[in-house]
C-alpha cells in the first residue's frame, strides 16, 4: 500500500462491513440458536437472545421425524450422482483438454448450452418418463436427473482445471510408453486431484440443496432433505424449535463445505469466466 | 510407429473418452426437450381419459388468453428483474466494501455469502417463520418494539416478499463471484488512479466497473437461468397465492401439470419457459465464448 489511509476511515469502513455482514447472516445465526431453544421459548414475545440451551428439538427432530432417513437419502442421492457424473466427466474433460481437435470448442460451447435448458420446461415430460419406468420417489430417478443437470458444470470445470496442467508432463509419460489410459490414471489424476476434489465439493453442494426436482420427483421414500423441510410448510412448522434443529443439521455440513471452497466454486459456477 | 498411425489412435482415443458423456448429454437435452414440444400440441390429461389427440395450437390459444398465465409471466419478469437489481446494484457495492482491508474481514467475507449456501426450502421456512411470522416472527417483534403494526408479509405483499427471500439468497452468489473478479484487479492500477486525483467515486466509475464488466455479464445471465425457474420458494411460502398473486411461469406449470394434470397445457407453458430460456442463453454462450481459448 502506497498510501495511508486515516485509521478513522478504515474503521468507518469495518463498521459497515461488519453491520452488513451481520445483518446479511443473522437469519442463519438466529435459526441455530432458535434450535436450541425449547418450544415455548422458540416463540416467546419478544424474542428471547438469552435463554436455557436445550437439546428437546434435537431429541425431538431425531425421535419422530426419521430425521436419518432424509439424510441419508441426501448423502447417496449426493454421492452417487457426483460418482457418476465424474466418471462420464473425467474422460469427457481430459480428451478435450489433451486430445482436442476442431470440434473441441463447439462441443464445450454446445454442453454449456445444454446446462440453459430451464428444468420446468421439461418437468412435464421427465415426470411422466420417470412415472412409466417406476423412478418416481426413488434415489435411482432423483439421483440420474441430478447427475445430469450438473454434468455440464463438471465436464468444464474438470476441463479449467486439466488445461493448467502442463501438457510436457503428460507427454514425458508418453513418451516412457504409457498409454492414454495410464497416462490418465497415473500422470493427470494425481496432479489434477486438488481441481478433481473441488469439483466433486460443487456438485454435493449443488446435489445437496437441489429443491426443484426433489420437491417434484420424490415423497416420501426417496425424499431428501429439502424435501423433508418443505414438509414443515404446513401447521407443522409453527414448532420452530423442531423447523429450526431439522433446518440446522441440514445446512450446516453444505455451509462448511463452501466457506472452505469459495474460490474454486467461483470457477465452476461460472464456467470459468470468472477466476 | 508412424505418425499417421499414432494420430489414428489418438483421435479414436480421444473420441472414446468423450462420446459417453456427449452421447447422454445428447440424449438428455433433445428427448425431454421433443416430448415438452409434442405433447404441446396434444390433448392430454392425466385423470381424464376421454381427452386425446392432437390438439393444433388450441393449448397455447387457451395458455395466451389466460389471465393466470399473463399474472404469472409477469410475475417471473419482476421476480428475475427485481432480484438481478439487487444482486447486481448492491452485490457491486459490498464487492468493492469487502475488497477493502479491515479488521476480520475474512470473517465478514465468509458470513455475507452464507446464504447462497442455504438450500432454497430452508431459507423460505426461515425467514416465513423466525422472521417474518407476524406475531412470532424476529421483525414483528423489532416494529412492535418502534411502535409499529407488524404486516403478514406474504399474505399483503406476496410478490415483493419471496423477492426480497430469493434476493437474500442470490446477493451472496453475485457478491461471491464480483469480488473474485475485484480482486484479480491489479492494485497498482487504482493506487496510480489514486496518486492522479480520482476520487473513490471516479476510481469506481472509470476503473472498477469497466473492469467488472464481463463478470456482471456472467452473474446476469448465470443468475436469469436459475430465477426462472425458482419454485421451492414459492411452493413453501404463498404456494401460488393469495390467488395468483405469487404464481411465476415455474410454478403455473407444476400446478397445471401435477395439480390439474393438464399435460398439453403444461406443456405449452413449459415451451414458453424454455424460449425465453433460450434468449438468455444465446447471449451467456456467446460471453463465455469470447473467453475460451481452445
Same mark, same amino acid.
Given at each position: 500500500m502506497a498510501i495511508k489511509r486515516p485509521k478513522s476511515h478504515t474503521f468507518a469502513i469495518g463498521l459497515l462491513g461488519w453491520a452488513i455482514a451481520c445483518w446479511v447472516f443473522f437469519p442463519i445465526a438466529w435459526m441455530a440458536l432458535t434450535s436450541f431453544k425449547t418450544e415455548v421459548d422458540a416463540i416467546a414475545t419478544p424474542p428471547q437472545f438469552i435463554f436455557r440451551p436445550s437439546l428437546?428439538?434435537?431429541?425431538?427432530?431425531?425421535?419422530?421425524?426419521?430425521?436419518?432417513?432424509?439424510?441419508l437419502n441426501t448423502v447417496a442421492i449426493s454421492l452417487g450422482a457426483t460418482i457418476v457424473a465424474l466418471a462420464l466427466s473425467v474422460p469427457a474433460a481430459y480428451a478435450m483438454a489433451f486430445i482436442p481437435s476442431q470440434r473441441t470448442r463447439g462441443t464445450l460451447l454446445w454442453m454449456l448450452s445444454t446446462r440453459m435448458l430451464p428444468p420446468v420446461g421439461v418437468l412435464v415430460p421427465i415426470y411422466l418418463l420417470a412415472r412409466?419406468?417406476?423412478?418416481?420417489? *426413488?434415489?435411482?430417478?432423483?439421483?440420474? @436427473?441430478?447427475?445430469? *443437470?450438473?454434468?455440464?458444470i463438471i465436464v468444464w470445470m474438470l476441463f479449467t482445471f486439466f488445461r493448467e496442467v502442463p501438457a510436457p508432463i503428460l507427454e514425458a509419460g508418453r513418451?516412457? $510408453?504409457?498409454?492414454?489410459?495410464?497416462?490418465?490414471?497415473? @500422470?493427470?489424476?494425481?496432479?489434477?486431484?486438488? $481441481?478433481?476434489?473441488?469439483t466433486a465439493l460443487l456438485s454435493i453442494i449443488l446435489c445437496w440443496n437441489e429443491s426443484f426436482w426433489s420437491l417434484n420427483l420424490t415423497s416420501s421414500q426417496a425424499a431428501p432433505l429439502a424435501a423433508f423441510i418443505a414438509s414443515?410448510?404446513?401447521?407443522?412448522?409453527?414448532?420452530?424449535?423442531?423447523?429450526?434443529?431439522?433446518?440446522?443439521?441440514?445446512?450446516?455440513?453444505?455451509?462448511?463445505?463452501?466457506?472452505?471452497?469459495?474460490?474454486?466454486?467461483?470457477? $465452476?459456477?461460472?464456467?470459468?469466466a470468472v477466476k | 510407429m508412424t505418425t499417421a498411425a499414432r494420430t489414428g489412435r489418438v483421435d479414436r482415443a480421444g473420441l472414446?473418452?468423450?462420446?459417453?458423456? +456427449?452421447?447422454?448429454?445428447?440424449?438428455?437435452?433433445?428427448?425431454?426437450?421433443?416430448?415438452?414440444?409434442?405433447?404441446?400440441?396434444?390433448?392430454?390429461?392425466? +385423470?381424464?381419459?376421454t381427452l386425446h389427440g392432437f390438439a393444433g395450437i388450441d393449448n397455447y390459444r387457451y395458455l395466451l388468453t389466460d389471465p393466470d398465465f399473463i399474472t404469472s409471466l409477469i410475475n417471473t419478469l419482476v421476480l428475475v428483474a427485481g432480484v438481478l437489481f439487487v444482486s447486481v446494484g448492491i452485490g457491486t457495492l459490498l464487492a468493492v466494501l469487502y475488497d477493502q482491508e479491515f479488521f476480520g474481514r475474512g470473517i465478514a467475507r465468509v458470513l455475507v455469502i452464507s446464504p447462497f449456501f442455504v438450500m432454497p426450502t430452508v431459507a423460505a421456512l426461515v425467514w416465513k417463520n423466525l422472521m417474518l411470522h407476524p406475531i412470532y416472527g424476529v421483525y414483528s417483534s423489532m416494529m412492535r418494539a418502534v411502535g409499529l403494526t407488524p404486516v403478514d408479509w406474504l399474505q399483503q405483499f406476496p410478490m415483493a416478499t419471496v423477492m426480497m427471500i430469493v434476493a437474500w439468497e442470490w446477493l451472496p452468489f453475485s457478491v461471491l463471484i464480483l469480488l473474485?473478479?475485484?480482486?484479480?484487479?491489479?492494485?497498482?492500477?487504482?493506487?496510480a488512479a489514486r496518486m492522479d486525483g480520482a476520487g473513490p467515486v471516479a476510481r469506481f466509475r472509470y476503473i472498477i466497473v469497466p473492469h467488472l464488466a464481463r463478470a456482471i455479464t456472467?452473474? !446476469?445471465?448465470?443468475?436469469? !437461468?436459475?430465477l426462472l425457474t425458482i419454485f421451492a420458494?414459492?411452493?413453501?411460502?404463498?404456494?401460488?397465492?393469495?390467488?395468483?398473486?405469487?404464481t411465476n411461469l415455474a410454478f403455473l406449470i407444476y400446478a397445471r401439470a401435477l395439480l390439474q394434470f393438464d399435460v398439453g397445457g403444461a406443456s405449452a407453458g413449459g415451451m414458453a419457459a424454455i424460449v425465453i430460456a433460450n434468449i438468455v442463453a444465446v447471449f451467456l454462450v456467446r460471453a463465455v465464448a469470447r473467453n475460451l481459448e481452445v
Open positions: 428437546a428439538s434435537y431429541h425431538e427432530v431425531f425421535a419422530r421425524a426419521n430425521y436419518w432417513h432424509f439424510t412409466n419406468t417406476h423412478l418416481l420417489d *426413488t434415489l435411482t430417478g432423483l439421483g440420474i @436427473v441430478d447427475m445430469l *443437470t450438473n454434468l455440464p513418451m516412457d $510408453g504409457a498409454s492414454r489410459w495410464q497416462e490418465m490414471t497415473l @500422470v493427470l489424476l494425481p496432479l489434477a486431484l486438488p $481441481g478433481i476434489a473441488s414443515f410448510s404446513s401447521p407443522e412448522g409453527l414448532f420452530f424449535g423442531k423447523l429450526s434443529a431439522a433446518s440446522t443439521l441440514a445446512v450446516a455440513p453444505i455451509l462448511v463445505f463452501g466457506w472452505f471452497s469459495q474460490k474454486q466454486l467461483v470457477r $465452476g459456477l461460472t464456467f470459468g | 472414446a473418452m468423450l462420446s459417453p458423456a +456427449v452421447v447422454i448429454l445428447l440424449i438428455w437435452s433433445i428427448v425431454p426437450l421433443v416430448m415438452t414440444l409434442w405433447y404441446s400440441f396434444r390433448n392430454y390429461n392425466l +385423470v381424464d381419459p473474485t473478479a475485484v480482486q484479480s484487479l491489479d492494485s497498482e492500477q487504482k493506487e456472467v452473474v !446476469i445471465m448465470i443468475e436469469t !437461468i436459475y420458494e414459492i411452493s413453501v411460502t404463498t404456494a401460488g397465492g393469495p390467488g395468483v398473486a405469487s
